[in-house]
């Protein structure tokens, strides 16, 4: 069984950054795929990035160029980078960790192991 804990969200004026880190504890994630996700109020968990086993990253059209998503398999540790961040960025920020084959990232269901999200408001 793996634990996921997310942590680094917050209040954040629009064009500044912020960090969240997804550790987990149980069981390495060397070999996992990491995911990062968020739902706003009243809309649909949506895919934000995601990193494999090999280090390939993937992101959504509405984040690249602003976020990086990387990991520390020292630390079992996903990072995700968010810069120029914008008030349509405000959600609720899940971590998630799974063993996805190529092209499963972005569907949520593949996501055997989910944190318990970190709130991100971006005021304008």
């Known amino acids: 069984q793996v634990q996921l804990v997310e942590s680094g969200g917050g209040l954040v004026q629009a064009g500044g950054s912020l960090r969240l880190s997804c550790t987990a504890s149980g069981r390495t994630l060397s070999g996992y795929t990491g995911g990062w996700f968020r739902q706003a109020p009243g809309k649909e968990r949506e895919f934000v990035a995601g990193i494999r086993w090999n280090d390939m990253t993937y992101y959504a059209d509405s984040v690249k160029g602003r976020f990086t998503i990387s990991r520390d398999n020292v630390k079992n540790t996903v990072y995700l980078q968010m810069n120029s961040l914008k008030p349509e960025d405000t959600a609720v920020y899940y971590c998630?960790?799974?063993?996805?084959?190529?092209?499963?990232?972005?569907?949520?269901?593949?996501?055997?192991?989910w944190g318990q999200g970190t709130q991100v408001t971006v005021s304008s």
């Open positions: 998630a960790a799974g063993v996805l084959n190529t092209g499963q990232h972005m569907d949520d269901r593949r996501y055997a192991y």
